[in-house]
C-alpha cells in the first residue's frame, strides 16, 4: 500500500480558500490515480474529485464543481485540491486515495475502489 499524507487543512470563513496537499513518498505517485474525498462527523465518506495517472482525465461530484479544482504535480509526487468559495457545509475531513490502474486516463470517485488513504486534514469553514 501506498502512504499518503494529507495537509493544508484549517480553519478558514464563509467565502475564503484553501489548497489541500496529497504527498507520498518511496512510490513514484505518477503510477497511480488519486482522489480526494472528505467526511463529516456522521455522514458518509464522499468522493470530490479525480484525477488520472497522466492528468487528462477528471471527475468532480456534482456540489464541488465550479468551486474545487483537482491537480497533481507528478515531479514533487504531489496532488493538490484547492478549494474556493467555502461554505459552513464543507466543514470536514478531507482525505486522499490512491491506487494503480492499467488505463492512463481513468479515475473514479467511488471509495469502494481503494484501499490505501491518508489519515486526513481538517477542514472548517466558520465565521
Known amino acids: 500500500q501506498v502512504q499518503l499524507v494529507e495537509s493544508g487543512g484549517g480553519l478558514v470563513q464563509p467565502g475564503g480558500s484553501l489548497r489541500l496537499s496529497c504527498t507520498t513518498s518511496g512510490v513514484n505517485l505518477a503510477d497511480y490515480m488519486v482522489t480526494w474525498f472528505r467526511q463529516a462527523p456522521g455522514k458518509e465518506r464522499e468522493g470530490l474529485a479525480c484525477i488520472s495517472r497522466q492528468p487528462t482525465t477528471n471527475q468532480y461530484t456534482d456540489s464541488v464543481k465550479g468551486r474545487f479544482t483537482i491537480s497533481r504535480d507528478n515531479a514533487k509526487n504531489t496532488a493538490y485540491l484547492q478549494i474556493n468559495s467555502l461554505k459552513p457545509e464543507d466543514t470536514a475531513v478531507y482525505l486522499c486515495?490512491?491506487?494503480?490502474?492499467?488505463?492512463?486516463?481513468?479515475?473514479?470517485?467511488?471509495?469502494?475502489?481503494?484501499?490505501?488513504w491518508g489519515q486526513g486534514t481538517q477542514v472548517t469553514v466558520s465565521s
Open positions: 486515495a490512491a491506487r494503480t490502474t492499467y488505463s492512463d486516463d481513468f479515475c473514479t470517485l467511488n471509495r469502494w475502489f481503494f484501499t490505501s
